[in-house]
């Protein structure tokens, strides 16, 4: 047994945290690397991981009354260019394409990094009457980005999404959706994958190319850093203008409709890694566990596939090899059930979360086992909230943000100006940036934390995926 | 309602039967056209197809225990290369990305046009053992081939499609693999899509780059052509030889694996289209069609929806109008209900495929419109067997068969000596290609229809999409 569980063993997290993800992410089976650098294999375990986040946010979307689309995978060089502040954020990281087998393409044509401009482009076809808004659609695709230093699930050159677009005669309307697509996104994260979230708007500089206003969830990582795990944008009528995107109004007037668009990846499954895991691998929250409840007992199983997914194991490997296979895998619950269990009438369920052991009658598995799926769940949330509020400071002064920001992994509360020149000044003195302005304003004081002056928001800082 | 009805008036499929085709994917909004030349933006109509035979056929695939996972979009030009027909068969239509961001890459890379080296790799870096076989994995994503025609569904130069890619430790199972796939295929199409198929294999000309044998369905369109519905490889170990894939096995010898792929493609939507649609629109299976039923009653629509995909129709246009625009969108039932419908406790469906009222009483519709969408896919098969057996001929000689190829749209039988100079020869004289050696021989004569030797199998030929 020994031999066997050297062989999956991780580095701990303490030692090297970035060394404890790329270990987790190889040996708990969810990606294999490809020979195109930042180009990642999603393995089964990985990938039923994205289906289940798929399908619970995809019944949202529809709920929500979205549609699904599906949009060309290439965006000619002049499509790209018709709005100036998108082609300047994505350019510089597009993978273009030149060749159509042995033939030099007239126009080059770039792997979309998003698809704003092709929506634009079908909108400006099919939109021509207040009849026709709005539309609510969905994208579920891949993006290539072509970025320089690449990490699996956090960053990578392509990548798994969805992307949402719509269109719509009002900018209360269109603002309406970005909220709402938000609140979607904050509820899926905290209350599916047991991930607490702050809820902001994101400042000028970090907003997303060609949007008026970009919100954002930002969650806390196991080492302090923050990761974007979802965001939302309002586009105003800046990318109608920009493509002769117009629809007569019930005055039979041609005006400009106003759009928006939001986006979560399979970055939320680095999320789940970092904010739930351990040192024995991957804690999976149960809603998108690929196996929920592993046991050993064939009645038992029958009776648990109703109520979850209950995987069964024969294999022949030693009880330990698997306790720390499971354990790796991050399946929420165990059950072991050995003879005396049986005489007894009883089983014993494992809590991945905190090992937590309870005995249960074989007669309520169905009522007992989802209650402790939730349980984890519930245990997951608890953990990294408590967490975060632990991490979490308040910096009044521009030495004390310093003083925190250089010893303290973590978020940090403080007063902000509004101005770019204060924001990048934050950037290169404490090395950290702004992660939102929070819908939840906290005060901590009256002056801007860098230069004294009155304050407009409080921000959160900190060092970011 | 004349003017509306006009706007969505169609070609009719006697006059001109590509254009009728290209009326049908535009007026049913199926398809728009990106300002990328065969690149299509798949509307919501035309998505929540493609979302249909998706979740049936995955259901299929997770039932005969394959995984779904997700391989990079790119290929690296050395890795293209490694299997000398597969490279051969795919590299003078691919897609080269040669750029990124504003860097040259050290090499190109080409848009996957299909996945098997990825797989073949990523089998390379986690086949070991014995244990580790057989791996069963299937991809839902997109393909780019560079043709030079293109048209939406049936040849597009980025399509949706599935590939499964399987490795096995013996020759028998791959085998056998290989004629499971194509059996839930022909199933599929048969039973969901109503459309009748021939199954067989492909002559070596027709062969998919790399493979030993490849396996196919093959369907008759309403003009008489034939339509390649879904193909099934077996590889033998050749792609296992030239990626150097080997396992332990039992007796702890190094050995080749052998492989499978097979693909089913947005293409079904083409066929669906050419083999059930009329003169006033599409006309879909109700497996597979996003809205089944139609209706305008409030306290029915509620009922209706528990037993189908029943949508409630609230638009002000005229009655006209809406039955044109149901018809235009294949909606494969119609319930008409008036108030003295509503007196006398009954409605009125009326199906899509051949227009049959049937008056229905209230009490029964939860019953009965099932039964009634069954009765739609029954007729549509029923309608496409008639067609393709009527449609069907036999011929004996060189001049009947091109006699027949030249005045008669249809499929043609005869017999081949098996020598690849007399395929060619037929395509030459008549036209036609051979569409596949049918697993049901029926020997209508003993010798081949080209050359006169003896003949070793019964094909179909015909002309193709």
Not at 62 to 71: A, D, F, I, K, L
Not at 88 to 99: M, R
Not at 312 to 327: M, N
Not at 350 to 365: A, G, I, P, Q
Request: charged fraction near 25%.
């Amino acid at each position: 047994m020994s031999n066997e569980k050297l062989v999956k063993s991780i580095t701990s997290m303490e030692d090297d945290f970035a060394q404890w993800y790329t270990d987790v992410v190889r040996k708990a089976e969810l990606v294999d690397y490809s020979s195109v650098r930042g180009c990642l294999v999603i393995r089964p375990y990985g990938y039923a991981i994205w289906e289940h986040i798929q399908r619970l946010l995809n019944d949202r979307f529809v709920e929500t009354g979205h549609e699904n689309v599906y949009m060309p995978l290439f965006i000619p060089e002049s499509l790209l260019q018709k709005e100036k502040d998108h082609v300047e954020g994505f350019a510089p990281e597009v993978a273009w394409v030149t060749h159509g087998g042995n033939e030099k393409l007239e126009e080059r044509l770039c792997v979309r990094p998003t698809s704003e401009t092709l929506f634009c482009e079908h909108y400006a076809n099919t939109v021509q009457s207040y009849r026709d808004l709005p539309k609510l659609y969905n994208q579920w695709c891949s993006v290539v980005r072509w970025e320089k230093t690449t990490r699996p699930f956090l960053r990578s050159r392509e990548f798994l999404w969805q992307e949402g677009h719509t269109i719509h005669a009002t900018p209360e309307q269109a603002q309406e959706e970005t909220t709402r697509m938000l609140g979607v996104y904050a509820d899926f994260v905290t209350n599916q994958l047991a991930i607490p979230v702050i809820q902001g708007q994101k400042t000028e500089k970090e907003r997303f190319a060609g949007a008026v206003s970009t919100y954002t969830i930002e969650a806390m990582m196991h080492d302090g850093k923050a990761l974007q795990c979802g965001t939302s944008h309002y586009f105003g009528d800046g990318f109608a203008r920009a493509f002769g995107i117009q629809f007569a109004d019930e005055s039979n007037r041609l005006v400009y409709p106003h759009q928006t668009s939001w986006g979560v990846s399979t970055r939320l499954i680095g999320a789940i890694i970092m904010a739930h895991g351990d040192d024995n691998g991957l804690v999976l929250p149960s809603a998108v566990a690929p196996k929920q409840v592993l046991e050993r007992a064939n009645a038992l199983y029958e009776r648990l596939r109703k109520v979850c997914r209950a995987a069964i194991d024969v294999c022949d490997q030693s009880p330990g090899w698997k306790f720390a296979e499971y354990e790796m895998k991050g399946v929420p619950l165990r059950i072991e059930i050995g003879p005396r269990d049986i005489e007894q009438n009883q089983c014993v369920a494992v809590r991945r979360d905190n090992r937590e052991k309870t005995v249960l009658s074989l007669d309520e598995v169905e009522t007992r086992i989802p209650q402790l799926l939730d349980a984890v769940r519930d245990g997951l949330y608890e953990n990294a909230l408590a967490r975060r509020s632990a991490m979490t400071y308040t910096a009044r002064s521009l030495p004390e943000l310093i003083e925190i920001a250089d010893n303290r992994p973590g978020l940090i509360k403080a007063m902000w100006c509004g101005d770019r020149a204060c924001e990048d000044a934050l950037k290169e003195r404490a090395g950290v940036s702004s992660r939102c302005i929070p819908f939840a304003q906290e005060p901590v004081s009256d002056v801007c934390v860098c230069c004294g002056r009155p304050a407009k928001h409080m921000l959160y800082w900190g060092k970011a995926y």
